[in-house]
């Protein structure tokens, strides 16, 4: 069979983020500085979901060959594969419109998350809805396609090592280019982890399972060994939403890491209490670059009220210190937009942004994603169900004391604010670019981790900063939509 995969980029859509929901881009305000933000979005050549990978992987493994195709329906397909984004879905719907027309004998299938938590978007169309792992077709594509339209549940994958690693040829691998982490290119999505512990409520990673599955350490740097010989890899973005849960398991992935035919750049997702100094220590010996959190709020009830647990102001500032010392960049997730919000609750982020100084900051909007305990608490609070604006830079929700025009301009000046500054500059520019730290950017090196950590422990604690008691908020674990 001649099995399609649609997709698009249009948007600025990054499908792979918030959970599978996609998310945008920044889009320029405030004139010549909002431009050069801009900019730095735009560099980059980001690699598809890694669905789409996995898929094709899968697909050839049965013998079926596949075709990639962006924003075109092609009329030789015998299987049309859909992964639609929350901000794309119009444009999935119109092209599943048009397979129906052109190849209506043709099945359509629908995976990801948007067929588990909005069905009813597809309820006129004849596709399977996929509720589950895609990658389960490996196993039930004959099934699924002699079953009638609708959803069908598949589950997902008990051993994650049972999987064919991921097959990036149809999806020029030579391009792909992660800029905010990495100086060396070109980029390949992986995982050594699926899934989420945590409670967030407006979290979509919990939507399907609320436990973590992980591969072997093994498994993982033989898909990074291939992934450098067959795709000329030279960098890997770890897509795992809590890097380092197990630390076990972290610990021996970095000594295969280390023994690979040569050495690699990666980044990880975390949160800053699964990653103790002696390990960031470890992992940048052997290639670590840069990690993405979520520090979302210094307000330590809002985030209780939404069930995240906090961590502690200090220990965030201190965390950034140390990657900054150990030469690991920061990418640091802050929210704004919350129903309650003010001028002064937003200048307060901003303000606990610029103290902690990460590598990269991204000031997202609170966003309500279909599926989440928060989406329908929020649902009140909710002004505009046009999913096209759901991509955390466009505000969605109603404001007590906010006009939208206000947030989207608070949103422009956090941007604007935090990265043209002397301070940022000169705490970070070593890490973007090494040689300038002979023109005295950056503070120098610290000898060892050990050092790192007894310096903490000495430092005085930090006050907190007070925000008001925020009711809804809207982001992830240890996932920030960056530069």
């Known amino acids: 069979m001649q099995i399609v995969l649609w997709d698009t980029r249009q948007l600025d859509v990054s499908k792979d983020f918030a959970g599978g929901y996609g998310v945008g881009q920044y889009a320029s305000g405030g004139g010549f500085r909002g431009q050069v933000v801009r900019w730095f979005y735009k560099r980059d050549h980001r690699p598809p979901a890694m669905t ?13 060959e596949v075709q990639y195709s962006e924003d075109q329906v092609p009329a030789n397909g015998d299987v049309y594969v859909f992964c639609p984004s929350l901000i794309t879905l119009n444009l999935e719907l119109a092209a599943i419109r048009e397979v129906v027309r052109q190849r209506p004998a043709a099945p359509i299938l629908v995976v990801g998350i948007l067929a588990t938590t909005l069905p009813e978007a597809f309820a006129d169309l004849p596709v399977r809805l996929i509720q589950g792992e895609p990658e389960q077709l490996l196993w039930k594509l004959d099934e699924v396609l002699n079953q009638k339209p609708g959803p069908i549940p598949v589950g997902s994958i008990k051993n994650l090592d049972d999987l064919p690693f991921p097959d990036w040829d149809l999806f020029e691998p030579k391009k792909l280019r992660i800029g905010y982490d990495f100086s060396q290119f070109p980029t390949g999505l992986i995982q050594q982890s699926r899934g989420c512990t945590f409670t967030c409520n407006y979290c979509p990673y919990i939507i399907i399972e609320n436990k973590t599955r992980f591969r072997s350490p093994e498994s993982v740097t033989d898909e990074m060994r291939r992934g450098m010989h067959d795709y000329g ?10 890097f380092g849960l197990d630390r076990k398991r972290v610990l021996r992935l970095a000594e295969l890491i280390g023994n690979l035919p040569r050495k690699v750049q990666f980044s990880i997702e975390s949160r800053i209490d699964l990653l103790r100094p002696e390990t960031l220590d470890l992992l940048k010996s052997v ?27 200090d220990k965030q500032r201190v965390f950034v210190e140390t990657c900054r010392r150990l030469g690991i960049r920061t ?15 937003i200048k307060a982020v901003l303000r606990y942004a610029k103290s902690v100084n990460p590598t ?6 609170v966003t309500p994603y279909p599926g989440t305990e928060f989406f329908d608490q929020a ?5 505009d169900f046009d999913y096209t604006k759901y991509n955390v830079y466009t505000p969605v929700m109603r404001y007590q004391h906010l006009t939208h025009d206000d947030v989207r301009e608070w949103h422009a000046r956090c941007y604007q604010k935090y990265y043209f500054r002397w301070d940022w500059l000169k705490e970070n520019a070593h890490l973007l670019w090494p040689s300038t730290r002979w023109l005295g950017f950056g503070r120098p090196s610290v000898a060892t981790s050990k050092e790192i950590e007894a310096q903490a422990a000495t430092a005085p604690a930090t006050s907190q900063i007070s925000l008001p008691i925020v009711q809804n908020s809207s982001s992830s674990c240890g996932e920030s939509r960056a530069a």
Request: net charge negative; charged share 20%.
């Open 379 to 383: 649902r009140e609070d909710i002004a």
């Open 331 to 345: 990418v640091a997730g802050f929210m704004i937009g919350f129903p309650e919000d003010t001028a002064q609750s």
């Open 52 to 64: 789409f990978a996995y898929l094709t992987s899968i697909f050839r493994q049965l013998g079926h």
């Open 287 to 313: 290639g670590l670059t840069s990690i993405t959190v979520g520090i979302e709020t210094p307000d330590e009830t809002t985030l209780k009220h939404y069930k995240r647990a906090p961590i502690n102001d």
């Open 233 to 242: 890899f030279r960098s890997f973005k770890f897509r795992d939403p809590l």
């Open 360 to 365: 990269f900051a991204n000031f997202n909007i």
